[in-house]
């Protein structure tokens, strides 16, 4: 029996340059907590939206022997499954300066 390992590193894998993402913050740590707080709101909104449109699909009568398949309701599913990760939309705001955030600690009392 013979074993074929497949390359597992996905098409959309990309290498980033740390200075880059430490551009705007002068700290790496910082552009890091700021693009994981944006990928959480990100998930959730898209969570949020799945659950609502998932929620049309409900039945009050569900039952572990009557599992209905919709047709329509695994393309719903597939789509969300399709989309990119939250993560890598968060870095892609922050790339592009579609991100707003502050650090009150490093602001002057003016």
């Known amino acids: 029996m013979s074993t074929q390992i497949s390359n597992t590193t996905p098409n959309t894998t990309v ?3 740390l200075r880059d993402l430490d551009k705007k913050t002068d700290n ?3 552009s890091i907590v700021i693009i994981g707080k944006r990928a959480n709101q990100i998930s959730v909104d898209v969570k949020e939206e799945l659950n609502g449109k998932l929620a049309e699909f409900a039945t009050t009568n569900d039952n572990l022997e009557e599992v209905f ?4 309701q695994i393309e719903i599913s597939k789509h969300y499954e399709r989309l990119p990760k939250p993560s890598l939309v968060a870095i892609d705001e922050f790339l592009n300066d579609k991100v707003y955030f502050r650090n009150p600690d490093t602001e002057s009392d003016e």
Do not use: S
């Not at 398949?69 to 329509?72: A, G, H, K």
């Open 69 to 72: 398949e919709n047709r329509e």
């Open 15 to 17: 290498t980033r340059d």
């Open 28 to 30: 790496i740590y910082e």
